[in-house]
């Protein structure tokens, strides 16, 4: 099951109430002290949890049918493989050798609380401490690969989308057309440039490595595996960059001054950053779509499912078809890889 398709209930987590969650827990053998807290979460539901004697614990609750069992649990292995490394994240607890457990049709897995701060992007030293880390996390992620997450493609992430945007009649009516059409002169370049990095290998990716899956402590740390799949390295590289083509070029030496101490970068990836932020921009807008009959998403994206957003998407792609059509970012080491 990839996250291209809509579950099979408008309100997934509704059965899930504090009770359901807090008998989860004790069902591993964890005595609950009743505390109980929400963390920020749409795609999953996720609460620290107090605990009796012992230190508190985050439960996450996955979203029925979006993962099989051995999606979820090769995500697991591909944490406990990354810690073996003394690569810094959060992986899941086993308990008497699982990691994943079930309570009443909810599948769940239990992880330490770990506190850390925001990370900040705008200092040197923290871009070359992130290039370091993510290029020990591609040296284990290239090591083999996955079997059942699925790869990041143009075909589930773009064309999906769009069809699934269009097929469902989200877009205003005076807007389809408009849409369609660029949209598909979008991805088609988005295709051809997939198609010239053909030849670049693609790895285990953590998939969705934004400063909001990062922390601090010490140094970096970072949560949430639940996007792992096969990729382009790239993918785990761009969304550290913002800007204009000078700062992000800046930015970008300055994590591949890191990455490179423990893995080489393929500097023709590099032709892929503004397609995979079309991607993103679209994917992103079909998967709050397909998530809009959950009760936590109207509430949380006020803003969605609405004519400004959607004019303002349609400027936006625009924006990004002359993009992908510009020169890709330049990179003084790119001549010798």
Same mark, same amino acid.
């Given at each position: 099951m990839s996250d291209d398709q809509p579950t099979d209930s408008q309100k997934p987590f509704q059965q899930l109430s504090p009770d359901v969650i807090l008998t989860a827990i004790e069902t591993r053998g964890l005595r609950c002290d009743g505390r109980l807290l929400a963390l920020n979460s749409y795609e999953n539901r996720v609460y620290q949890i107090g605990l009796e004697d012992a230190d508190p614990v985050v439960a996450k609750f996955y979203r029925p049918r979006r993962w099989t069992d051995d999606e979820i649990l090769e995500e697991h292995a591909f944490a406990a493989e990354l810690a073996s490394h003394e690569i810094p994240l959060i992986a899941p607890l086993l308990l008497d050798g699982d990691s994943l457990f079930e309570h009443q049709g909810y599948r769940f897995s239990l992880s330490p609380r770990c506190g850390g701060r925001a990370v900040e992007l705008d200092r040197d030293d923290t871009l070359k401490w992130l290039g370091r880390f993510l290029g020990r996390m591609h040296a284990v992620g290239a090591s083999k690969s996955f079997l059942h997450r699925p790869q990041y493609s143009v075909q589930r992430y773009g064309w999906n989308s769009r069809e699934f945007l269009l097929g469902e009649g989200w877009l205003p009516a005076h807007l389809e057309t408009a849409f369609a059409g660029l949209t598909t002169d979008l991805l088609t370049r988005v295709d051809e440039l997939y198609a010239a990095a053909a030849d670049c290998r693609q790895i285990r990716l953590h998939g969705d490595f934004h400063a909001g899956n990062i922390l601090w402590r010490d140094g970096p740390f970072f949560v949430d595996l639940d996007d792992c799949q096969t990729g382009f390295a790239i993918q785990d590289l761009w969304l550290l960059l913002a800007g204009d083509s000078q700062q992000m070029t800046r930015q970008f030496e300055l994590l591949i001054e890191g990455y490179e101490?423990?893995?080489?970068?393929?500097?023709?990836?590099?032709?892929?950053?503004?397609?995979?932020?079309?991607?993103? *921009?679209?994917?992103?807008?079909?998967?709050?779509?397909?998530?809009?009959?959950?009760?936590?998403?109207? *509430?949380?994206?006020?803003?969605?499912?609405?004519?400004?957003?959607w004019e303002e998407l349609v400027l936006s792609l625009r924006e990004q078809l002359a993009a992908v059509h510009e020169p890709p970012l330049s990179w003084a080491k790119q001549a010798h890889h």
């Open positions: 101490l423990f893995h080489i970068f393929d500097g023709r990836e590099l032709g892929l950053i503004e397609a995979l932020r079309s991607l993103r *921009m679209l994917h992103h807008a079909a998967w709050l779509a397909r998530r809009w009959d959950d009760p936590a998403f109207p *509430m949380a994206f006020t803003w969605f499912d609405t004519t400004r957003y």
